[in-house]
């Protein structure tokens, strides 16, 4: 799906261009709140400990255009970023497994499936809240697993032919409700539309959107509101 960009450096010439900047060069941790401006010439290093968007989210802009300029197949339409006319729900099953609620609430198992009964309650809650915004399922689960959430009114599932595709569709959603998933993040880090998570005990990371915070919701769905979400 994915093509080198003109400006990469790849092979002998990587390793020998990284040799020849390393002394003096310079390192930006994300997530440590503690960024540094970047040298005009050098060496930087970036990196991460831990998933996260923080230190980021001025650059959205650049990032958004170099993934579409790697794409082997670039989009005809230029994607429009969270301004669609739908909200969008990421369920991510297939390499995901089945846990205990209390093992998701505690965020103690990597790779932890959310309960399609959450998703159920979530999307009947923006349903009676925005009753004429339709809902797109987007998922690696069998039609037969989603059968229950597919069956709920103004909800239909949504399958790109790539997975690339995939996430530029829910990266266009005007509200996105996301999996325990960091496709779902980039979605979200992509789209910066208001989106909506499960409250889990782990500390929250930083919010991948900018225009509204993230919104955490276990059973009480009731803090799903018109101006919570701040949907326009």
């Given at each position: 799906?994915?093509?080198?960009?003109?400006?990469?450096?790849?092979?002998?010439?990587?390793?020998?261009?990284?040799a020849s900047l390393w002394p003096g060069h310079t390192r930006i941790q994300l997530g440590t709140?503690?960024?540094?401006?970047?040298?005009?010439?050098?060496?930087?290093?970036?990196?991460?400990?831990?998933?996260?968007?923080?230190?980021?989210?001025?650059?959205?802009?650049?990032?958004?255009?170099?993934?579409?300029?790697?794409?082997?197949?670039?989009?005809?339409?230029?994607?429009?970023?969270?301004?669609?006319?739908?909200?969008?729900?990421?369920?991510?099953?297939?390499?995901?497994?089945?846990?205990?609620?209390?093992?998701?609430?505690?965020?103690?198992?990597?790779?932890?499936?959310?309960?399609?009964?959450?998703?159920?309650?979530?999307?009947?809650?923006?349903r009676s809240v925005f009753p004429d915004l339709p809902i797109h399922i987007f998922s690696d689960?069998?039609?037969?697993?989603?059968?229950?959430?597919?069956?709920?009114?103004?909800?239909?599932?949504?399958?790109?032919?790539?997975?690339?595709?995939?996430?530029?569709?829910?990266?266009?959603?005007?509200?996105?409700?996301?999996?325990?998933?960091?496709?779902?993040?980039?979605?979200?880090?992509?789209?910066?539309?208001?989106?909506?998570?499960?409250?889990?005990?782990?500390?929250?990371?930083?919010?991948?959107?900018?225009?509204?915070?993230?919104?955490?919701v276990a059973d009480d769905c009731d803090v799903i509101t018109r101006e919570s979400v701040a949907?326009?």
């Amino acid at each position: 799906m994915f093509r080198a960009h003109p400006d990469e450096v790849g092979g002998p010439m990587k390793a020998l261009r990284l040799a020849s900047l390393w002394p003096g060069h310079t390192r930006i941790q994300l997530g440590t709140r503690q960024l540094v401006s970047a040298p005009r010439a050098g060496l930087t290093i970036v990196q991460a400990t831990e998933f996260s968007f923080e230190g980021l989210h001025q650059h959205r802009g650049m990032i958004r255009e170099r993934l579409l300029e790697i794409l082997t197949n670039p989009p005809v339409v230029r994607p429009n970023w969270g301004s669609g006319d739908y909200a969008a729900v990421h369920i991510r099953l297939g390499d995901f497994v089945q846990v205990q609620p209390e093992q998701i609430m505690t965020g103690t198992v990597p790779n932890m499936r959310i309960s399609l009964a959450w998703y159920d309650r979530v999307i009947r809650r923006v349903r009676s809240v925005f009753p004429d915004l339709p809902i797109h399922i987007f998922s690696d689960g069998r039609e037969d697993e989603l059968a229950d959430i597919l069956a709920l009114e103004g909800v239909r599932l949504r399958r790109e032919p790539t997975d690339i595709g995939d996430l530029l569709a829910l990266a266009q959603a005007k509200l996105l409700i996301g999996s325990n998933s960091t496709f779902s993040r980039w979605a979200a880090f992509l789209g910066d539309m208001p989106s909506i998570w499960l409250k889990t005990k782990m500390p929250p990371e930083q919010p991948t959107s900018d225009r509204t915070a993230i919104h955490y919701v276990a059973d009480d769905c009731d803090v799903i509101t018109r101006e919570s979400v701040a949907v326009t």
